[in-house]
């Protein structure tokens, strides 16, 4: 079901914390990643905008959420990341997967996503029918917190650079914002190709701060997007808080979310704790 006008703008997908939505379903490796998708929110996005069957493609897959997420729900799935680390976590899930859903077809390589055809098995370049996926944002937005009973000082905040040791350094979390958008155009070029037509592509993606001022992703990424050849066919936004009958909506939000937010309303500046994340669905055109 490939149509935008019969699916909600408003996905229910984080009423319950991240963690509690892994379950057993995920190594333990899992939890390194500073900025692991929401299962709940990538099996929106494959259950969506593709049937039983079908090709699912992350080209930047971290742990493999999405692969996961698709193969659970009856999806071949395959997975590209730059990171040994992650490529391994993804393995030991899609282990996992096949184990509890024997036959299925899964599969995740080591490989830079800007040369995507490279890493896509021939047989499916422009057979891909759906590709979800999360961009990097590095230092400005994502990080694992650890606290002083960990590190036995102040509580610091590592692994932004997406790595658990030295950074592969065409990391595009590493990028500056210029750097950053060159690279995801690249990557997003390649998916263009290896999409079918009229395949559909879904990106994960919020607003964050950078350099003191607030930069609009969604808009910069659909701008690069539409360049490439993509029709942005909606925008919906996942809400990433639980409902509470007597207090309303209540963020889930990392330690470093209300840390920061908290900081800038002490500095005297505008802040709000985010509740959503954006999704961008975008078509690759039929000509």
């Not at 379903?25 to 593709?50: G, I, N, Q």
């Not at 003191?212 to 990424?221: C, S």
Request: hydrophobic fraction near 40%.
């Amino acid at each position: 079901m490939n149509g935008i006008d019969r699916l909600s703008t408003l996905w229910a997908t984080g009423q319950i914390l991240p963690r509690v939505q892994r379950g057993d379903l995920y190594a333990s490796a899992s939890r390194a990643h500073p900025a692991k998708m929401w299962p709940h929110t990538a099996a929106h996005a494959v259950a969506a905008f593709s049937r039983p069957g079908d090709w699912v493609l992350d080209p930047m897959c971290g742990i493999g959420t999405t692969m996961i997420e698709a193969i659970r729900l009856g999806r071949a799935a395959v997975g590209i990341d730059c990171e040994p680390d992650w490529v391994a976590a993804a393995s030991a899930n899609l282990h996992l997967a096949k184990q509890a859903i024997p036959g299925v077809k899964g599969s995740v390589r080591l490989g830079d996503a800007r040369r995507l055809a490279r890493h896509v098995p021939r047989r499916l370049i422009g057979r891909i029918d759906l590709v979800v996926t999360s961009p990097p944002y590095g230092k400005a937005a994502h990080g694992r917190a650890f606290t002083r009973r960990e590190t036995g000082g102040a509580i610091a905040k590592r692994d932004y650079t997406y790595s658990t040791g030295r950074p592969d350094p065409q990391q595009l979390a590493r990028a500056d914002l210029g750097g950053l958008l060159e690279g995801l155009g690249e990557v997003f070029t390649g998916c263009h190709r290896v999409l079918k037509r009229g395949g559909i592509m879904v990106l994960a993606c919020r607003p964050f701060a950078h350099a003191g001022m607030l930069v609009d992703f969604p808009a910069e990424l659909t701008d690069v997007c539409q360049q490439i050849g993509f029709r942005l066919q909606g925008r919906c936004a996942a809400l990433l808080a639980e409902w509470d009958a007597d207090f309303g909506l209540r963020p889930i939000h990392s330690f470093f979310g209300l840390y920061n937010t908290r900081a800038s309303i002490e500095r005297g500046r505008l802040a709000l704790l985010r509740s959503h994340e954006d999704l961008l669905v975008f078509v690759k055109e039929e000509t």
